[in-house]
């Protein structure tokens, strides 16, 4: 591949997916020029200032409303704020020339093809030879796009298509033009792995490419059993979300979140351009979807769609459903099933499909009618829109959020005897399945030497999926490489002498079993010689925090000595991480919560993915963090202390993080926390993850690793430092800011970061600040109102104020 360097990106269009795109470049550290067309005409405020059409601030008004808008925009779309001055913004009309100035052009202007086609026109202007080009659009054919262009401009011509929000969808498809040289789609599809963190797909050329052509088909076909079966929103969404692995917004409250009107606009741009596909009438709007698109009733940006907020007669807010029989809201729908009853207790996705899609109930025949119709599907557009399966299920479950594809869903749930049952309902696969099965094949996909492997239709043989040759992929090391187990946990070898702790607790929430299998794997990588330990796992959290039932049992019984020695011995494990004789790194990945925070904290290093939302967030429960967070959190700011000189706004800082319980929403943020030390560093494509992780382990032990040894040179500060924070969480109370209790929690806090009552600043040791936090979360278990919060998150899954 070609050496190319990407340092400065122009992105033509700032609407929502323009501005987002150019705020993912920022996030990793790329130059952006943002351009977006002249305003026609003055606003009402620009006219009372005596502005005309010619000052700047009128020409950039419409791409810089559109950034700051993005910018404030929930969810944020960059890491940090900071990012956000990378991006520099203009006009078509007076900045188009600064694209020279950029490495790639990317278009993200109105879906219409004559507009797309008039600013190539401009950009063929003043694009240097050489630059990447790309379109942003969802299914305009390329071939269309490159009509009328320059050699130099067809050869360095692709699609790009990011799904919105491009911060968190992992989707980027790729998609060639007849014309375009394959080292330009091999090096996009190699950045935007490595570099934009994404699932990036090899499309062809053919209507709405991989993901929306089946995730599409997916939900029209869902609507359309919906409203045969007579299935409430409310039912659905229960059927489609999170029980599947699939997003919380599920069907209904997806469309609405994206726009009735969206889809429907996809569906029947579908039905024009697909007159030889044999499933095209499902793409007919059925009555549930054209009734409401008839009302204007598109979602979130119309008020109300399938759900609509409204409030009691208390002033409450609610959320009402639409009847879909009646056309009229009215509240929620509880979803009862005998299938959903019985897989409650399967935490483990891959064991509850196959239970669910079996059920002999309403929901059961649910699953089985959508899942055979899309099956079907999917396997009709091979070799249609991709010559290989794997890439419909990357594209489905990167775009739309699925924790599992099509294919390997079917797997699951065993293909032969799922064909037979297909033919029964009268949804006969592709050919080509039933040729797969002659041949001795007998599912989509294998692991074999801890490589994840599919079958390859054209050679009739299983090939290992393109891309993944250097991931770890503990799944596929499952059969193999694993060196010990319990419950709550699972020790790997990765290679290279590397051990990896994978848990598999509820949420990863640290549990006895987990706690064990932290201790085995520090013991047994020290006492055989491997070369370190990384504890992560491909799971959607890293650890959501300790075992709250277990504690609430003991505090709820007043079983004071045991609560004590359950504190004792997380901490004991939290600092085994810390002394160790080798190196330890965490690989942390979605929620890093409470314990989850204080473990990755006591590690040597966190190999963080970018979107890992980091807190010490147990003041929510009533408690102060105890299993060294806030003897951690206290050391490291004693460590950023200059000459000596206390840095009182540093300290408060930290003591806020812990009182407000704020939590760091990107890697960038936990940086600045102080929950990232400066060896730690930030993956982007979370897949590489665990690979990235032991490379770091590897480093630490080439690097000549030395144990720790514990500190006693932090530096507290007595009761000065107690006196000024008192002041500040008596203002608090008074200000409404804070309950009694929560001043309470602050309190003990309070005591714990300053050292106690110490007469004067004074250096500790972390056993000191150690024993501090265990007396303090000892006498919160002991107060009604911290039981009654834990009761809550527990019991109802929301905190509590009180």
């Known amino acids: 591949m070609k050496n190319r360097t990407i340092k400065k990106v122009a992105v033509l269009g700032s609407g929502v997916m323009g501005s987002r795109i150019a705020c993912h470049f920022a996030n990793i550290g790329v130059e952006v020029v943002l351009l977006d067309i002249v305003p026609r005409e003055l606003t009402e405020k620009e006219q009372k200032a005596g502005l005309t059409l010619e000052h700047k601030s009128v020409r950039n008004r419409i791409v810089n409303d559109a950034l700051t808008t993005a910018i404030k925009s929930k969810p944020s779309p960059v890491f940090d704020k900071k990012v956000a001055g990378l991006i520099t913004t203009g006009n078509f ?3 188009m020339k600064r694209i020279s100035e950029c490495d790639w052009v990317i278009e993200v202007v109105v879906e219409k093809l004559e507009i797309k086609k008039i600013v190539f026109e401009q950009v063929e202007k003043f694009r240097k030879p050489g630059t990447l080009i790309t379109s942003n659009t969802s299914g305009i054919p390329m071939k269309f796009m490159v009509e009328g262009r320059s050699d130099d401009f067809r050869k360095h011509f692709c699609g790009s298509h990011f799904f919105n929000p491009p911060r968190y969808l992992r989707l980027l498809e790729i998609i060639p033009a007849p014309e375009t040289d394959p080292e330009i789609v091999d090096f996009l599809m190699h950045y935007g792995d490595k570099f934009l963190g994404k699932e990036t797909v090899l499309c062809k050329d053919t209507p709405a490419f991989i993901a929306n052509r089946i995730g599409v088909y997916s ?11 007579g299935l409430t929103v409310g039912e659905v969404d229960k059927l489609t979300g999170p029980v599947l692995g699939r997003p919380k917004s599920a069907t209904f409250r997806t469309t609405d979140v994206v726009g009735l009107d969206t889809m429907v606009n996809v569906a029947n741009n579908l039905y024009a351009g697909l007159p030889e596909d044999e499933s095209r009438d499902a793409f007919k709007l059925p009555g549930i979807v054209k009734e409401v698109y008839d009302k204007g009733w598109w979602g979130d940006k119309s008020k109300q769609g399938y759900y609509k907020k409204s409030k009691d007669e208390n002033g409450k807010k609610v959320i009402l459903e639409l009847d879909l029989k009646t056309m009229e809201y009215g509240d929620k729908t ?6 959903l009853e019985a897989t409650k207790e399967i935490d483990n996705l891959k064991k509850r499909i196959p239970v669910l ?3 002999e109930d309403k929901a059961g025949e649910f699953y089985r009618k959508t899942f055979y119709d899309v099956f079907r599907y999917c396997s ?22 699925w924790e599992i594809g099509p294919f390997e869903t079917w797997d699951l749930l065993g293909v032969k005897e799922t064909v037979a049952k297909m033919e029964a309902a009268d949804q006969k696969p592709a050919e ?33 999926i393109p891309g993944t040759e250097d991931l770890i992929l503990l799944d596929s090391l499952r059969a193999t490489n694993v060196v010990w187990g319990n419950a709550g946990a699972t020790l790997f070898d990765i290679g290279d002498g590397v051990l990896n702790l994978e848990f598999h607790s509820k949420m990863n929430s640290l549990g006895p079993e987990v706690i064990e299998g932290i201790h085995t794997a520090i013991s047994k990588a020290e006492e055989e010689g491997w070369n370190g330990l990384v504890i992560g796992n491909e799971g959607q959290q890293f650890s959501a925090g300790a075992n709250l039932a277990m504690l609430f049992m003991y505090a709820g019984e007043q079983e004071w000595d045991e609560v004590n020695m359950m504190i004792a011995q997380f901490q004991k494990t939290m600092m085994r991480a810390r002394y160790s004789s080798i190196p330890v790194v965490a690989a942390t990945s979605g929620l890093a919560l409470g314990g989850g925070c204080e473990l990755s904290m006591h590690c040597d290093a966190i190999q963080a993915h970018a979107e890992t939302y980091m807190g010490l967030v147990e003041v929510g ?6 299993g060294g967070g806030t003897k951690e959190l206290t050391l490291r700011v004693s460590d950023s202390y200059k000459n000596g000189d206390v840095e009182f706004n540093a300290l408060q800082d930290a003591f806020m993080a812990i009182a407000t319980a704020k939590v760091a929403t990107s890697a960038n943020e936990m940086r600045e926390m102080r929950f990232m030390n400066d060896i730690s560093e930030v993956t982007l494509n979370r897949s590489r993850l665990i690979a990235d992780a032991k490379r770091k382990v590897l480093e630490l032990q080439a690097a000549g690793y030395q144990q720790q040894a514990e500190r006693k040179d932090i530096k507290v500060q007595g009761r000065a430092g107690m006196a000024l924070f008192e002041a500040g969480v008596t203002g608090m109370q008074y200000g409404h800011w804070a309950s009694e209790h929560d001043a309470k929690i602050a309190r003990k806090l309070n005591y714990v970061m300053n050292g106690g009552d110490l007469s004067q600043p004074t250096l500790v040791s972390e056993q000191y600040l150690l024993d501090l936090e265990r007396e303090a979360f000892l006498s919160l278990c002991g107060e009604k109102k911290t039981l009654e919060r ?4 527990l019991f109802k899954g929301k905190p509590l104020r009180n």
């Open 334 to 339: 509880r979803a009862k099933f005998k299938a």
């Open 380 to 401: 009709n557009r091979i070799p249609e829109i991709s010559d290989e399966t794997y890439r419909l299920d990357q594209a489905v479950c990167a775009g739309f959020g």
């Open 357 to 359: 899609v079996n059920f």
């Open 790 to 793: 834990i009761h809550s998150i």
């Open 621 to 626: 429960v009533g408690l102060i963090p105890a």
């Open 432 to 464: 080509w399945v039933y040729e797969m099965l002659e041949s001795g094949a007998e599912n989509f996909y294998k692991s074999e030497n801890g490589k994840r492997l599919y079958y390859d239709i054209s050679s009739k043989s299983y090939k290992v």
């Open 219 to 229: 939900m029209m076909s869902a609507m359309k059993v919906v409203e045969e079966m």
């Open 93 to 95: 009309d007076d900045d």
